[in-house]
Structures are given as structure tokens and as C-alpha cells.
T-cell receptor, first 112, second 115 residues
Framework: DAKTTQPPSMDCAEGRAANLPCNHSTISGNEYVYWYRQIHSQGPQYIIHGLKNNETNEMASLIITEDRKSSTLILPHATLRDTAVYYCLSVVYGAGSYQLTFGKGTKLSVIP | DAGVIQSPRHEVTEMGQEVTLRCKPISGHNSLFWYRQTMMRGLELLIYFNNNVPIDDSGMPEDRFSAKMPNASFSTLKIQPSEPRDSAVYFC?????????????FGPGTRLTVL
């Protein structure tokens, strides 16, 4: 599975869009990009995932570059409750094996 | 839907004692995962089950750790004997794997302290 690289921390003003980058330059064609977040010491929470196309759901948007070497998670209107650690993962499914590696993530602080 | 249920939420024990952590996955999910989180190592996958069968236990740190899933609605992670370095938050997650995508739903975790 590809290694992902994220900035350790970011700040965002409340109400503004939060753009969280992720580098996955060694990603292979069958690896998906997943985003999870972890608030305080709660269990991680799924946000969104994609393979090649940009994706949007009620929580966020995921923009994947055409070469798939990087992606950006966008929280369109950040609130204080979005303060969390955000993890970008690459996930590959193989016969009898499931590779899922959480890195250190990006600690997002939403500032009033 | 109750989500993934873990018990106990907190466990304090002494070195050498046996510890059993429990997990009830979301009904209908066919995969279950055990993770450990520490400040030093972050979130690590220990083992996962598919249809109650252990598929990959390469993340289990050593023989003191064992995991079972006797049926689709229950799993245990046991540490015997426990050591202070086992202190961590242990998460259980479940998912319904269909095709090449699935979403994992995590429980609230069990905070284990080994004195």
C-alpha cells in the first residue's frame, strides 16, 4: 500500500473552507484514497473516499489530481466541531489480505 | 443502530494479569478489525476477521495477544499476561465489504492501563 504524507497541523477560521492536502505519490491503480477523522479520543470516523474521480458527500469533498499522486479534502464551511485529527489513507484489497495503514494525520484546529 | 459496542470502556489492571476486551460489531457487517492506538505508534491494525475467520494477524505484537470471533456478533481480544507497554486505547471496527470498497465503523474504544 502507498505511503501517504500529510502536514502535521493546520489552522482554519470558523466558517471558512478547510483544505487538507495529502500526498500519495506511490499510489497504485487499484488503491483507493480514504479520509477519516478522529475527534478527541473517540474512534475514527469515516468521511469520504475515492479512486479517480472527485467525490462529494454531506460532510466534505475530495479532489484527486489527474495523476492520482495527491488529493485534497475540503470541508466547505468549517465549524468548531470539525477540530480533529484527519487521516488520509490508501487502501488496497487483495485476495485474503486487507492493507490499511493510518499515518500521523493532520491536526486541524478551527479557530473562532 | 447502536453502532459498534466495546466493553469495558476503561480497564486498569496489574502487570501479569489477563485482560479481555470485547466487541459487538454492527449487525450485518461481515468484517471486524482490532486496532491499538498509542502516542508513540499511532493507530495500528492488529488483526481482522472476515465472516468470523481471521484473515490477517500480522499486526498482533506477540504471542501474548490472541483474538477470537466465535460468531458474527461477538469478538474478543485477550492479552495474557499483560505488561505495562500494552497500555493503549484499543479500538474495534466493523464493515460490510462489498466489491472493492467498504467503510469501517469504529467503536468508542477501550482505554487499557497496565500498572
Amino acid at each position: 500500500d502507498a505511503k501517504t504524507t500529510q502536514p502535521p497541523s493546520m489552522d482554519c477560521a470558523e466558517g471558512r473552507a478547510a483544505n487538507l492536502p495529502c500526498n500519495h505519490s506511490t499510489i497504485s491503480g487499484n488503491e483507493y484514497v480514504y479520509w477519516y477523522r478522529q475527534i478527541h479520543s473517540q474512534g475514527p470516523q469515516y468521511i469520504i473516499h475515492g479512486l479517480k474521480n472527485n467525490e462529494t458527500n454531506e460532510m466534505a469533498s475530495l479532489i484527486i489530481t489527474e495523476d492520482r499522486k495527491s488529493s485534497t479534502l475540503i470541508l466547505p464551511h468549517a465549524t468548531l466541531r470539525d477540530t480533529a485529527v484527519y487521516y488520509c489513507l490508501s487502501v488496497v484489497y487483495g485476495a485474503g489480505s486487507y492493507q490499511l495503514t493510518f499515518g500521523k494525520g493532520t491536526k486541524l484546529s478551527v479557530i473562532p | 443502530d447502536a453502532g459498534v459496542i466495546q466493553s469495558p470502556r476503561h480497564e486498569v489492571t496489574e502487570m501479569g494479569q489477563e485482560v479481555t476486551l470485547r466487541c459487538k460489531p454492527i449487525s450485518g457487517h461481515n468484517s471486524l478489525f482490532w486496532y491499538r492506538q498509542t502516542m508513540m505508534r499511532g493507530l495500528e491494525l492488529l488483526i481482522y476477521f472476515n465472516n468470523n475467520v481471521p484473515i490477517d494477524d500480522s499486526g498482533m505484537p506477540e504471542d501474548r495477544f490472541s483474538a477470537k470471533m466465535p460468531n458474527a456478533s461477538f469478538s474478543t481480544l485477550k492479552i495474557q499476561p499483560s505488561e505495562p507497554r500494552d497500555s493503549a486505547v484499543y479500538f474495534c471496527a466493523s464493515s460490510y465489504q462489498a466489491g472493492n470498497t467498504d467503510t469501517q465503523y469504529f467503536g468508542p474504544g477501550t482505554r487499557l492501563t497496565v500498572l
